[in-house]
């Protein structure tokens, strides 16, 4: 994706996905690449994850807020049948250290019974965080 190089990013062929946050002065920007439509829905979900406040200021929890965000815009595509796309979603997370990780963690909550959405809030809130283990 040549935006990634023209905002600073060093590209690979695996990235699906990039997100410009403004920190709330300006406008958001999410990149997406082209794949199947599963795929870029979920790309698609999780960069607006990013975008919905301000980053944090731990990697793996911004990581996992827009993993937590994605989880309930997935739930809703499921729900929904949006596009026919309630079989064919399936997320997996890049196996960087970050990604993985931060989807693990996000996982650990929800089957705790936490609902995706109320994560999401409770990550950018700063009430939850992978450093004290949610």
Same mark, same amino acid.
């Given at each position: 994706?040549? #935006?990634?190089?023209?905002?600073?990013?060093?590209?690979?062929?695996?990235?699906?996905?990039?997100?410009?946050?403004? !920190?709330?002065?300006?406008?958001? @920007?999410?990149?997406? @690449? !082209?794949?199947?439509?599963?795929?870029?829905?979920?790309?698609?979900?999780?960069?607006?994850?990013?975008?919905?406040? @301000?980053? $944090?200021?731990?990697? *793996?929890?911004?990581?996992?807020?827009?993993?937590?965000?994605?989880?309930?815009?997935?739930?809703?595509?499921?729900? @929904?049948?949006?596009?026919? $796309?309630?079989?064919?979603?399936?997320? *997996?997370?890049?196996?960087?250290?970050?990604?993985?990780? #931060?989807?693990?963690?996000?996982?650990?909550?929800?089957?705790?019974?936490?609902?995706?959405?109320?994560?999401?809030?409770?990550?950018?809130?700063?009430?939850?965080?992978?450093?004290?283990?949610?």
């Amino acid at each position: 994706m040549k #935006a990634h190089g023209e905002h600073g990013g060093n590209y690979s062929p695996g990235i699906l996905g990039f997100s410009l946050n403004s !920190q709330g002065v300006g406008v958001n @920007k999410v990149f997406v @690449k !082209q794949d199947n439509l599963d795929r870029m829905m979920l790309t698609i979900g999780h960069e607006i994850g990013h975008v919905m406040s @301000k980053s $944090l200021s731990n990697p *793996t929890d911004e990581e996992a807020k827009a993993f937590a965000f994605s989880i309930a815009w997935m739930e809703k595509i499921i729900e @929904k049948n949006i596009a026919g $796309l309630s079989k064919c979603i399936h997320p *997996t997370p890049a196996e960087n250290g970050l990604h993985n990780v #931060a989807f693990d963690f996000v996982g650990k909550i929800l089957r705790r019974g936490s609902n995706a959405f109320e994560l999401f809030k409770e990550l950018v809130r700063g009430n939850v965080s992978i450093i004290y283990g949610g």
